[in-house]
């Protein structure tokens, strides 16, 4: 169980087009899912929180309306790119939360990644 | 945001034998998890822990929620070619809201046959 696709699992695109990821929990609710971004031999950056219903919260740095994101249901967030340049090339990671109350467990599972590559 | 300290940064070890890796944080955390990544993949949980002290195994890996909620170990016992990967650690503190991750550097992990 607790499994996250996303998709596409690679896109090549030109300079100035957008782009749409999408992330989705496949066997639970999520209210919360993030968004990451991975450099080469590096950690996950934290990009946004996504919150079903409501606005994403934005890491400082991060261009809100660059990195549009939209949190329409309980599992299903998507990452749109606007207006992508060579320097958003990158691998986006995205991560679903699971949280028990009844168990006092909170735990986030992540997708496959998502390879960009703007030319 | 937060660090976290993650050690060591890489390690080159044969097969069959057992590795070991520790993060720890500056703050107090209520939970940790340890995630290994595979080259072009997302991290796959591999074991998580919610209470100081709490010792849980995975299969040959086994982690530990240190008691004063400041860090965390993992150890993998008999290795084999397949454990190849990096390892992160990750953990939520008392004051984070929307249960935010903090993720440590990570551990490189090489296993010669």
């Known amino acids: 169980g607790a499994v996250v696709s996303q998709h596409p699992s690679w896109v090549i695109c030109k300079s100035g087009t957008s782009v749409k990821i999408e992330c989705r929990s496949l066997?639970?609710?999520?209210?919360?899912m993030f968004w990451y971004r991975q450099f080469p031999k590096q950690s996950l950056m934290l990009m946004a929180t996504?919150?079903?219903?409501?606005?994403?919260?934005?890491e400082q740095g991060v261009e809100k309306d660059k990195f549009l994101i939209n949190h329409a249901s309980l599992t299903l967030s998507t990452l749109t790119v606007t207006s992508a340049h060579p320097e958003d090339s990158s691998f986006y990671i995205c991560?679903?939360?699971?949280?028990?109350?009844?168990?006092?467990?909170?735990?986030?599972?992540f997708g496959p990644g998502t390879r960009l590559t703007v030319l | 945001g937060q660090q976290l300290n993650q050690s060591p940064q890489s390690m080159f070890i044969q097969e069959g034998e057992d590795v070991s890796m520790n993060c720890t944080s500056s703050?107090?955390?209520?939970?940790w998890l340890w995630y290994k990544q595979d080259p072009g993949e997302g991290p796959v949980l591999l074991i998580a822990?919610?209470?100081?002290?709490e010792l849980t195994s995975n299969g040959r890996l086994t982690a530990q929620f240190g008691i004063t909620r400041k860090d965390s170990f993992l150890n993998i016992s008999a290795s084999i070619p397949s454990d190849v990967g990096i390892y992160f650690c990750?953990?939520?503190?008392?004051?984070?809201?929307?249960?935010?991750?903090?993720f440590g550097r990570g551990t490189q992990l090489t296993v010669w046959p």
């Open positions: 991560s679903a939360r699971l949280e028990s109350i009844a168990e006092s467990t909170d735990t986030q599972y």
């Open positions: 066997d639970f609710q999520a209210t919360t």
């Open positions: 996504s919150n079903e219903g409501s606005k994403a919260t934005y």
């Open positions: 703050s107090i955390f209520n939970t």
């Open positions: 822990l919610y209470k100081a002290g």
């Open positions: 990750a953990g939520t503190d008392r004051g984070s809201t929307l249960g935010r991750l903090y």
